[in-house]
Nanobody, 117 residues
Framework: QVHLVESGGGLVQPGGSLTLSCAAS????????MSWYRQAPGKERELVAS????????NYADFVQGRFTISRDDAENTVYLQMNSLKPDDTAVYYC??????????WGQGTQVTVSS
């Protein structure tokens, strides 16, 4: 059975940092593109960052360029999102996603990130 379990969310002040983790099980993690998405209240879910199998290519949404870093540890079946210089607009539920061409995507349950003073 596939599981994607996010952790690391919480309340942080503007300018602060958080690191999200997503622990995967039940599928061959290393061959999947892993991504982080987010969804703010009343808004569509949007892609934040993605990392290819092997970690050679990382892509970021324009709104997080230079502030967030995605990484993966295939030995631990875990993907991370280091978030720095957080802004109130970053407040959202953050979701982990596993995707591979021709295969169904997998989603985690999400972790809440709130940026507020």
């Amino acid at each position: 059975q596939v599981h994607l379990v996010e952790s690391g969310g919480g309340l942080v002040q503007p300018g602060g940092s958080l690191t999200l983790s997503c622990a995967a099980s039940g599928f061959t993690f290393s061959i999947y593109v892993m991504s982080w998405y987010r969804q703010a209240p009343g808004k569509e879910r949007e892609l934040v960052a993605s990392i290819t199998s092997g970690g050679a290519i990382r892509n970021y949404a324009d709104f997080v360029q230079g502030r967030f870093t995605i990484s993966r540890d295939d030995a631990e079946n875990t993907v991370y999102l280091q978030m720095n210089s957080l802004k109130p607009d970053d407040t959202a539920v953050y979701y982990c996603n596993a995707d591979r061409k021709g295969m169904r995507p997998y989603w985690g349950q999400g972790t809440q990130v709130t940026v507020s003073s």
